[in-house]
């Protein structure tokens, strides 16, 4: 393959479905979309970005493997010990092979997410000619390992970027990067066109069809919370008793004990959980509402999504990113995070708010939402660069 003279290397490996791989490929298209003289490489680091690579062809995205085979199958998962051990797998299997790409192909910038140690190490010993842009997911933990690992590399990183202007102000007062090299690039998270296209399908599934359901969207984790949704929702339903609970998304370490909890309220008639759905927004659009009862997000895509069709959002105030994109309340509903009685208190002041209200929060956070948008953020992405 001949390889043009902007090379833009995305490393992202991830072990389950996270919202990271959707923000990878749209950046990796934004700038293919809308850049003259870049382009976008995601490295693919053990196979886990096989099952996207209809998407990532569609987009005309280059895929660099590691492994011509994968290795996915093979890293345990399931909880935070398992997930460690698999980083560090992670690590020694690539540690070669990352060397090996790094001297052939000498990529002008590298945008590293998430297991990033690996590539800010290798690279700036390699090849210090390429420019690191380290990409901060979430709210991060600065532990001893990982503030120890940017402090001595934080000359030879680039450029910081981070999702919200709250783990933007943690970073500038933790005091590890230079301040001019930090900036907030929010993720390429809505197509427009394509959300409303996808939102006037119908919904097939016949146990949710026509019923009027809060929907919570997000796998079964220990950050997804959803144990506090199903506490709220076993005390709420008894106030309405023709609503029901719709969760989108079955995987996750927490899915047993989510499943017990539910049987044991006996809401197995009221709530309703389903597989990640190729199409979310005809869910979403159809929803009374979107809760997310995070204990951190930034802010979450369906956050941003629910804003784009409409639909009324209800969220936890955790860091990072909800009370940004809600603005204090403005355009939703926040709630004290973690605290079930709080969340049941904004649901009443949502089902009983007047229309007027409700419709002027659901138009400021569509508005809202535009920042969120592949081009906006190419153009933001271009001034990193």
Not at 35 to 44: L, T, V
Request: proline share 4%; net charge positive.
């Amino acid at each position: 393959m001949k390889y043009h003279s902007a090379k833009i290397f995305y490393w992202a490996p991830f072990i389950d479905k996270i919202a990271t791989i959707s923000a990878v490929i749209n950046s990796a298209h934004s700038l293919k979309k809308f850049s003259k003289n870049k382009e976008p490489f995601i490295i693919d680091v053990f196979g886990e970005w096989l099952p996207y690579y209809d998407e990532i062809n569609d987009k005309k995205i280059n895929v660099i493997k590691l492994y011509n085979y994968s290795l996915k199958k093979f890293l345990p998962k399931g909880s935070f010990i398992k997930s460690r051990i698999s980083y560090i797998l992670i690590f020694l299997l690539n540690f070669y092979s990352l060397i090996v790409l790094i001297k052939k192909e000498k990529p002008q910038i590298l945008i590293a997410h998430l297991i990033t140690s690996l590539p800010i190490v290798l690279t700036s010993i390699i090849n210090p000619e390429t420019k690191i842009i380290l990409r901060i997911s979430g709210y991060p933990k600065l532990n001893i390992f990982r503030v120890l690992l940017w402090k001595i590399f934080s000359k030879k990183i680039y450029k910081i970027t981070t999702p919200t202007k709250e783990t933007h102000d943690l970073l500038i007062s933790s005091n590890i990067f230079d301040i001019n090299k930090i900036s907030i690039l929010r993720d390429p998270i809505i197509d427009i066109d394509l959300i409303n296209k996808k939102k006037k399908l119908p919904i097939l599934n016949t146990n949710i069809f026509k019923k009027k359901y809060i929907l919570s969207i997000g796998r079964l984790t220990k950050q997804k919370n959803h144990e506090l949704l199903i506490y709220f929702f076993y005390k709420i339903s008894k106030i309405f008793d023709d609503i029901y609970l719709v969760i989108i998304g079955s995987e996750g370490e927490c899915y047993k004990k989510i499943k017990k909890l539910i049987c044991n309220f006996q809401l197995n008639n009221k709530i309703t959980i389903i597989d990640y759905q190729n199409n979310i927004f005809n869910y979403i659009k159809n929803a009374d509402c979107l809760i997310s009862t995070s204990l951190w997000e930034d802010p979450g895509f369906v956050m941003v999504e629910a804003a784009a069709c409409n639909t009324a959002i209800i969220s936890s105030d955790c860091p990072s990113g909800p009370k940004e994109f809600l603005n204090n309340s403005k355009n939703g509903y926040l709630f004290k995070n973690n605290d079930v009685d709080d969340l049941i208190n904004k649901y009443l002041s949502f089902k009983y708010e007047d229309i007027n209200t409700i419709n002027n929060k659901k138009i400021l956070a569509k508005l809202n939402s535009k920042n969120y948008t592949k081009f906006r953020h190419f153009k933001n992405l271009e001034k990193v660069i």
